[in-house]
Each structure stands twice: as C-alpha cells, then as structure tokens.
C-alpha cells in the first residue's frame, strides 16, 4: 500500500438502505424547476415566468406595478405602483400556494431613490411584522418605466 493511502474496504449496500445513486436521483428529481405563470401575466407571451419553484424555495420574477393581465402601468405614480407592484407579489405567491409571510428575502429597485421613505413606508405596511432580508438600489430604466421592481425569494410551502 502506498504512503499515507489507508486501505479501502468494499461494501454492499444493505437491504432498505440508499445507494448514493439512489441519494443523488432523489436530490435531482427534488431539484427539479417547475416554472409557473398565474393569470397575472398568463396570455401576455413574456419570455420568462413568474416564478419557479426548485426544492424548498420559491423565486419570483421581478414585479413591478402592472395591472393584472396587461401590459401597462397602474396610474398614480410611484405610491400606486409599489401598492400594485406588492399584489401583484401577493398573487404569484398565492398561485404558488404560498403567502407574504414565506418571504425570505426581497431585492428592490427605485427608479428614484428620494421615494426611498414613501417606498419603505408602503412596503412595511404590506409586511407587516414580517421582516424579509432585503437588498435595494436605484435603478434607470426598469420595464414599462416602472418607478418601482421588487423581486422575492421565499419559502416553498410543503408538499
């Protein structure tokens, strides 16, 4: 036997116990995406989904203040949009069988950042006590010329 290589026993797996190919086939068929629109955006033809569910956790889309079904802007400006912007959150939650307080964490985008108090004011009346980690920047140029996009990560309820 070679320097510092301890020998190596084979083994058979027992009756009832996984192999590690039956470990990694139950990760990836764990793993799998499944990629979900709801009728927010159903019908639209957007590239990408809503959101998409691997394992345990659940990423949305970015969303921003949309009226159900279309492709405009709620009127109002950034106030009505955020309002929007945290149902339309709510909706692809809610289609995914989860809710807000699943929410891990969410990164916001402001189209401009001295809208950053009305924003959090909005944003901590839709949470609530729940306190998601979250990530902010200011952002030229989002979708549609959006003032506001929040995207989510958040726990995928229980099969």
């Not at 004011?121 to 949470?127: D, G, L, M, V």
């Not at 952002?139 to 989510?152: M, S």
């Amino acid at each position: 036997m070679a320097a510092g290589f301890a020998s190596v026993t084979a083994c058979t797996p027992q009756a009832g116990v996984a192999t590690a190919a039956d470990a990694a086939a139950a990760v990836q068929e764990q793993a799998a995406p499944e990629f979900a629109t709801s009728e927010l955006t159903a019908g639209l033809g957007l590239p990408f989904s809503e959101s998409v569910r691997v394992g345990d956790l659940l990423l949305l889309s970015g969303m921003i203040g949309m009226r159900p079904g279309a492709l405009e802007l709620v009127p109002g400006g950034m106030e009505a949009e955020a309002r929007q912007t945290l149902a339309n959150i709510d909706a692809v939650l809610g289609a995914a069988g989860a809710s807000r307080t699943d929410v891990l964490k969410c990164t916001v985008m402001l189209d401009d950042m001295s809208q950053w108090p009305r924003f959090n004011q909005i944003y901590a009346e839709f949470f609530g006590s729940h306190r998601p980690v979250r990530s902010a920047f200011g952002a030229d140029g989002l979708a549609l010329g959006a003032a506001v996009e929040v995207e989510c990560i958040a726990a995928a309820p229980a099969r």
